[in-house]
């Protein structure tokens, strides 16, 4: 005898709201951050790209700086989308997460590593934090030593380099240091 | 970023704690910890890249000021927070493969597809 539709869903307990709560509290924003993201990148690379052609000073730093936007979105997709398809697949196909492939699978395609690394390498790792290491290497080599990792100084401000360097003097005066 | 790059840091903690005795066991303390943690600095780490896509647009396109930083905190937390706690409540944490976070059922999209293939209901693990 084949059961009804209805009745195998009324027999399903309340694991299957966790199935739901998976994509309501974590994929769905997830994925409507890196449409935001995408969206507001380009609106912000268009803009940088329209200074530069107006001739605004620093013209071939704002392109740079426009073309290096793309990876912030870049990073949701490299970090998430295998994982997200994985969940996706496990949840219509089923496959137990005790099996070792499956862990293995989300070990491996497990977002979080790779979003950090790719946020510290696209946020962080600026014109001011790459001399700074540079610096801090050749302290290292020279006293043969990682003790200067523990000595090391505060580095200056980030936004003054953003607010002298990577802005043209015609927005500059009008907007404010972001502050992040 | 500061605050972002921290949020990364207890985010990564969180995935190498050990949930208890028995690995993964759904319904304990420390299973629902795990789970409840992971998905707060997930979240919040995704929260604070919006916050400064939001922050650049608003300085670079609007020209206008950037939200107030009690603000940003206010909003990436209280997401964060929110949508971590759904699945508390409804006692949604537990053994999720190599960790612990939100239990699902396996197949449960169609379940009359896996039951006609497999021959039992969608498993709970």
Known sequence: ?180 | MFTLACTSILANIVYVMQPGDRVNETGTFLCTFQGFWMNFFDLATIGWTLIIALSLYRAVVKQSKIFERSVQHAVVWGCAFFLSAMPLITESYGNSGPWCWIKGMMGSIHPILHRERTNQFPRRD
């Open chain 1, 1 to 180: 005898m084949t059961d009804s539709p209805r009745r195998v869903f009324l027999s399903l307990g309340r694991d299957e709201a966790g199935t739901a709560f998976r994509f309501v509290s974590f994929y769905l924003p997830l994925w409507c951050a890196f449409a935001v993201n995408a969206f507001i990148y380009f609106k912000v690379s268009e803009t940088l790209k329209r200074f530069a052609v107006l001739g605004a000073e620093n013209d071939q730093r704002l392109l740079k700086m426009a073309s290096h936007l793309r990876f912030y979105p870049a990073i949701f997709v490299v970090a998430w989308l295998g994982n997200t398809v994985v969940r996706v697949a496990q949840a219509a196909y089923g496959g137990a997460n005790s099996d070792f492939s499956f862990a293995l699978v989300h070990v491996l395609l497990h977002g979080t590593f790779y979003q950090s690394m790719g946020n510290a390498f696209a946020y962080g790792l600026n014109d001011s934090v790459k001399a700074k290491a540079s610096e801090l290497a050749g302290v290292i080599r020279s006293s043969r030593s990682l003790r200067p990792l523990l000595e090391m100084e505060a580095m200056a401000p980030l936004e003054d380099d953003f607010e002298t360097e990577e802005r043209p003097s015609s927005f500059r005066s009008t907007v404010e240091k972001p502050g992040l």
